[in-house]
Each structure stands twice: as structure tokens, then as C-alpha cells.
């Protein structure tokens, strides 16, 4: 009998009391749904969860640290979405489930790798599999056709543009209007307005660029995942992509063979699915020419506001500025509907209201301040 560090133990008995309390949401599903055949689906899929889970007991105990059997007791989480589960149905504990399934299967793909037993190694790889097998059985139950463990949502990159304009013109906006409101000399509001549009344009800029860099590096690692998962488990892989060439209306017989012929070649699979599971395309921009244009589309936004102090004075630079950065609120707001789905006048109206708020807050604060110090 070989021993195991905290750090391993602490990771064994969180997947074994993870498999625990699945097996029982699993028979609270099971309790809850009214169709027959999800029914049984849900009764067969609890039966393989306290498979898993004596699994776990079987290692932990091999190691010198059994488990009490009135241990497997569900958490105190897990009774929460039960009563959750009967109270909304299945609909709604459905997809908490899927999510603890695509969890479990990147914790137990990570666990195989770094393992040091060749016992858990073999535990792991097993129940990774099984695992990736009931987040496709769940998938199709809630009407989804993606593996759940992967996370490849992206901003797009014009949404950053008219994000980084949208910030650089209501952040200036209320520094400009808080310096008026100070009542200060003219050309301290055109420095000011100037500052604070450098500084916008290059946090923005800095943001966007590590947001990008971010975006890459998780991809880097989905595909990375995926390049694993096909070979330790190229089966379900396999049935996955099936399934997904099904979607697109090909015979589910063809649709095997087709998906059998791509497997034979694991570079070919890996673009298959990289393709059509994960929905990762070819990048069309850098981290530094995503993070350039967007601190540049926040400088522009910046400079709406302080541009008429280069050429007016007085009122009538104060004025106009503030006229034309409150158009300047309502295109931009109409602008962003295009990615909110909103109404275009009605998202116009509300960056309108956003910039007047932003406004006042700016100015009536500038003259506190002013009146105090």
C-alpha cells in the first residue's frame, strides 16, 4: 500500500464526493421528469455515478484512507439543487448538471496528466471518458450540441472599437464637464481634456491587447485539451463528431462513416473538431493590433469632447462641446444595439441619458470640490 500527499488526497475526495452528490441528482432527476425515456436514461446514468463513486472509495482505501460509508451523504450544495430541481423541474437542473460534467471532465482530464499512480491514472482516464460520455447524453437533452467542458466566447472585434469610442467619450465627457464645473481657467480644461484622453486611450489600449492575448492563450489550451481528449478517448470523440455532421442533416449512417474516416488521421481530427466543436476560426488580429485600434477608437471617443476648446473659447466652447458629445452619446448608443440586439432608438435614448447623467454628476462635483478647497 502506497501513500498519497495532502494536495492528492484533498483532489481524490473532491471527485469522489463531486460522483456522490451526482448520483443523487441524478435519482432527483430521475424522480422528477415525466418522460418515460429520459427517465430511464437519468435512473441509468445515477447507477454509473455510484459506480464512479466506488471507484473513488476503492482508491482512497487502497491508499490507507477509507471512507465512511454514511460519508456519501449529499453536500449541502447538492441539496440545494435538488430542492431547486423539484421545485422548477428537470429544465432547470438539467443544466447545472451539464456544467458539472464538463467540469469533471477537464478536472479528471487534468488529473491523468499530473497523477503519479498509475492506479489514478487509470481511474482518471476511465471516468474522464465516462464523464465526457454523460455531457454529450445531457447535451442532447437540453437541446445542445457542444462539448461543455470547453470556453471559447469572443468579443468580436469591432464590438471592442465601439466599446473603447463608447468609453473614451462618456469617461472624458465627465472629466471635461467636472473641470467646467470647477470654474477654471480655460486652458486647464483643454489640458485636462487632453490628459485624460491620453490615459483613456492607452488603458484601453492596454486592455484590449491583454484581453486578446487572453483569448489566445485559452484557445491555445482548448485546443490543446482537445488534441488529448482524442487520443485517450478517440471513441467518444468520434460519436461526437458523428453527431455533430448529423445536425447538418447528413444520414446518421453516413454521418459515422464520415466521422470514422476523419479519425484515422488525428491531425485531420483535430481540425475537424477544432472546426465544427469548438467554433474556433483563423484569428484576424493580433493582441497588439486589437489592443493599437482599440486605444485609438478610445482616444477618438476621447477627443469628441475637448476637440471645440482648440478652436472656440468660453461659453461657446463649452456649449457646443457639450452638444456635440450628447450626439455623440446617441450614435454610439445606437451604434452598440447592433450587438445587444436592443432597438436602435431606444438604445440611442439610453447612452443619452447615461452621457446627461455623466454629465452633471462631472460638473456638480467639479464645482464641490472648487467650493471647498
Known amino acids: 500500500m502506497t501513500t498519497v500527499d495532502k494536495k492528492t488526497l484533498h483532489a481524490w475526495l473532491h471527485h469522489w464526493r463531486d460522483e456522490a452528490d451526482a ?18 436514461v437519468f435512473l441509468k446514468l445515477q447507477a454509473i455515478e455510484r ?7 476503492k482508491l482512497l482505501a487502497e491508499h490507507g484512507h477509507p471512507v465512511p460509508s454514511d460519508a456519501a451523504k ?42 503519479s499512480t498509475d492506479d489514478a491514472r487509470s481511474v482518471s482516464l476511465t471516468l474522464a471518458r465516462e464523464s465526457a460520455a454523460h455531457a454529450e447524453t445531457l447535451a442532447n437533452l437540453a437541446g445542445r450540441a457542444s462539448e461543455p467542458w ?6 468580436g472585434f469591432l464590438r471592442n472599437v465601439v466599446y473603447g469610442f463608447n468609453d473614451g467619450l462618456t469617461a472624458n465627457f465627465g472629466l471635461v464637464a467636472g473641470v467646467l464645473g470647477a470654474a477654471v481657467a480655460p486652458h486647464i480644461v483643454l489640458v485636462s481634456g487632453l ?28 485546443i490543446a485539451m482537445e488534441k488529448e481528449e482524442i487520443r485517450l478517448m478517440p471513441e467518444v470523440e468520434e460519436e461526437e463528431l458523428a453527431l455533430v455532421y448529423q445536425t447538418k442533416g447528413v444520414e446518421a449512417g453516413i454521418a459515422r462513416q ?21 467554433k474556433i476560426g483563423e484569428a484576424h488580429a493580433t493582441p497588439f493590433k486589437e489592443g493599437w485600434l ?14 471645440p476648446f482648440l478652436a472656440l ?59 471647498i478647497f
Not at 88 to 98: K, Q, V
Not at 100 to 111: A, D, F, I
Not at 195 to 222: C, N, P, R, T
Not at 294 to 307: C, F, R, S, W
Open 294 to 307: 482599440t486605444g485609438v477608437a478610445t482616444a477618438v471617443g476621447a477627443l469628441i469632447p475637448v476637440a
Open 150 to 155: 470547453h470556453r471559447t466566447g469572443s468579443g
Open 51 to 57: 459506480r464512479h463513486t466506488e471507484l473513488w472509495a
Open 195 to 222: 490628459a485624460g484622453m491620453i490615459a483613456d486611450a492607452l488603458s484601453m489600449g492596454a486592455s484590449g491587447y491583454l484581453a486578446a492575448k487572453s483569448e489566445q492563450e485559452v484557445y491555445a489550451h482548448e
Open 313 to 371: 473659447s468660453g461659453r461657446t466652447a463649452a456649449w457646443t462641446a457639450f452638444t456635440v458629445a450628447m450626439v455623440s452619446h446617441f450614435v454610439v448608443g445606437a451604434a452598440r444595439s447592433f450587438f445587444t440586439g436592443r432597438g436602435v432608438i431606444r438604445s440611442g435614448i439610453d447612452m443619452f441619458v447615461v452621457g446627461l447623467g455623466v454629465a452633471a454628476v462631472g460638473y456638480l462635483v467639479g464645482d464641490l470640490v472648487a467650493k
Open 258 to 278: 464520415m466521422a470514422a474516416e476523419v479519425m484515422r488521421d488525428s491531425q485531420r481530427a483535430l481540425d475537424e473538431q477544432v472546426r465544427e466543436e469548438l
Open 74 to 115: 449529499p453536500s449541502l450544495n447538492a441539496r440545494f439543487m435538488a430542492w431547486l430541481g423539484r421545485r422548477f423541474g428537470p429544465r432547470y437542473l438539467l443544466p447545472l448538471l451539464l456544467r458539472e460534467e464538463g467540469r469533471e471532465v477537464k478536472g479528471y482530464m487534468e488529473l491523468h496528466r499530473q497523477s
Open 23 to 40: 448520483a443523487y441528482l441524478y435519482g432527483v432527476l430521475a424522480g422528477v421528469e415525466r418522460r418515460q425515456a429520459n427517465h430511464d
